[in-house]
């Protein structure tokens, strides 16, 4: 499943204001001239495929071998300024077109994250693409330093850089000293690689992925963080694309490491909406028997968070959570209003409400899964690369004040995300970037795909996105807060306007609109 679509991988926004913060070097030709000087040994490489199984244990592996596809680890230059030195791999899984009379070529994938893997995803897009899977080479990618790929780990003592700056500056001090603190843990253990941690030269690992292939153009589907990739393969290596489907699209021009800056609103919507749902299932989850008394449950469970913390679970798997913690709980479970996705956050809420109440609670073994990945450092490795292609792409304002004072003008009209979408983090701490961000410069005949009520990626940054690219049509899903479409959410109107696209190459005379659960 696409890193977009799993509650653990929180994707990005930030406002239009920030755009200003580090001045952005257009994307020319030259950026693909550039791109082959002294690269002809990675270009022309040739590919070892073999078996995606790792071990016994590699239920990904042995998905894709079911599947039948083969993995294959593709060499790049850590530095594309230094072609003769230090390599690194990237690895890639293949599912082969079978209906070899009619193939396309490669699809690419990125699931988001960013720093999520999407080397696994074959089967699924496969099974989305119905029919016309089967015309294309599907190529699941680990993007450097992610997954199977050259890994980079910073020995963080938590898995995710995400947090809420809690109900008052304690907490806020608090989150300063720790993403101060992480920023060191990565610089030490890993500073000489970092620079080289980018959007830019992930695209640039993208194309020689392409060369490798055999391949004059590539098709590219990704979504989330994968939408700005995909933006800049396009700008830096035009006329080297062939299909693009973008789901959940930012605007490049308000990408930032201050990524969810501006999606106040839609996150409070799709809280709403899960209250909504939560009240007519009382007798399940115990939140309340109204929308207000569920939200007023939540907002108790931060309250107590923040003035004495929450003791969760039965020995020995006990966490305590205090109000930097709770809040991002809630964040993460409001990005998919599937029941399915309810239920198991309204699980999670149930016992978070009891907590608060003095109740004993029991976790379930994925609620467990969860606050180990959020209090400890068991995935460490996401968190790492996540925030290093943050802070490679963008430099992040300087002082906490500044945080501080954003914080504080949000929580009147937000206090459960603002807190959080204005928080600190390590970005501030971070050496600059070594590039300047990519500019839209090409024109792309994309086709974008968008739910209005997306609360990690919202509909106007998809719009705005649409407006930089005239040659791109745009399919809406209207009434829905989901972040990711396309293939998971099982909306059969997008999947047959995306598939048709996939087919033909032809995109839609003009865009379309599709409704939440239609057909």
Not at 154 to 165: L, Q
Not at 507 to 519: A, E, I, N
Request: charged residues 25%.
């Amino acid at each position: 499943m696409p890193a977009v679509a799993s509650a653990a991988m929180l994707a990005l926004l930030a406002p239009a204001a920030e755009a200003a913060d580090v001045a952005a070097r257009p994307a020319t030709p030259a950026d693909a001239a550039a791109s082959a000087v002294g690269l002809d040994r990675y270009y022309n490489q040739r590919l070892d495929w073999g078996s995606c199984v790792l071990g016994p244990d590699d239920k990904t592996g042995k998905d894709l071998e079911k599947a039948g596809a083969r993995c294959a680890d593709v060499t790049v230059p850590l530095d594309y300024s230094d072609p003769d030195g230090r390599t690194i791999t990237v690895a890639i899984s293949r599912l082969k077109a079978t209906d070899t009379r009619h193939r396309v070529g490669p699809l690419l994938l990125n699931g988001g994250g960013p720093g999520g893997p999407s080397l696994g995803d074959g089967p699924d897009i496969r099974k989305a693409m119905k029919g016309v899977g089967a015309r294309y080479d599907i190529i699941g990618v680990d993007p450097r330093f992610v997954g199977r790929s050259t890994p980079l780990d910073c020995g963080w003592p938590v898995s995710s850089s995400i947090f809420s700056a809690g109900v008052g500056r304690a907490g806020f001090d608090r989150q300063v000293a720790l993403h101060k603190d992480l920023a060191a843990k990565c610089r030490a253990t890993n500073g000489s690689v970092l620079p080289h941690v980018s959007t830019r030269n992930t695209a640039r690992d993208m194309d020689v992925i392409r060369g490798a292939l055999g391949e004059k153009k590539i098709s590219y589907l990704g979504y989330s963080y994968g939408t700005y990739l995909g933006t800049v393969y396009t700008q830096m290596f035009p006329g080297r694309h062939d299909r693009v489907v973008l789901d959940g699209a930012i605007d490049p021009r308000r990408y930032s490491p201050r990524l969810l800056r501006g999606t106040e609103t839609e996150n409070e919507q799709a809280l709403a909406g899960f209250a909504a749902w939560a009240a007519k299932r009382h007798d399940t989850y115990g939140l309340g028997r109204t929308r207000a008394q569920v939200l007023a449950a939540l907002d108790h469970a931060i309250d107590v968070s923040a003035r004495r913390g929450l003791t969760v679970g039965t020995a020995p798997d006990v966490f305590r959570l205090d109000d930097t913690q709770v809040p991002t709980l809630l964040f993460m479970g409001i990005s998919d209003d599937t029941d399915e996705a309810r239920a198991a956050f309204g699980e999670q809420m149930s016992v978070l409400a009891k907590a608060a109440d003095g109740r004993p609670t029991r976790l379930s073994p994925e609620f467990e899964s969860v606050l180990d990945r959020m209090t400890t450092g068991e995935e460490s490795h996401y968190g790492s690369v996540q925030t290093a292609i943050l802070c490679g792409d963008k430099a992040a304002p300087r002082d906490p004040e500044r945080y501080w004072r954003d914080i504080r003008r949000s929580r009147a009209a937000h206090p459960v995300t603002g807190p959080l979408t204005n928080n600190i983090g390590p970005c501030a701490f971070w050496d600059r970037p070594k590039e300047r961000p990519t500019q839209v410069r090409h024109d792309t005949p994309a086709l974008l795909v968008g739910a209005t009520g997306d609360p990690r990626t919202d509909h106007e940054g998809t719009v705005a996105l649409h407006g930089m690219l005239p040659s791109s049509k745009l399919i809406t899903l209207k009434g829905a807060n989901r972040h990711g479409v396309y293939g998971y959410y099982g909306n059969a109107c997008v999947d047959a306007k995306v598939n048709s696209y996939l087919a033909t190459g032809r995109l839609p005379g003009k865009d379309q609109t599709c409704v939440k659960r239609d057909g």
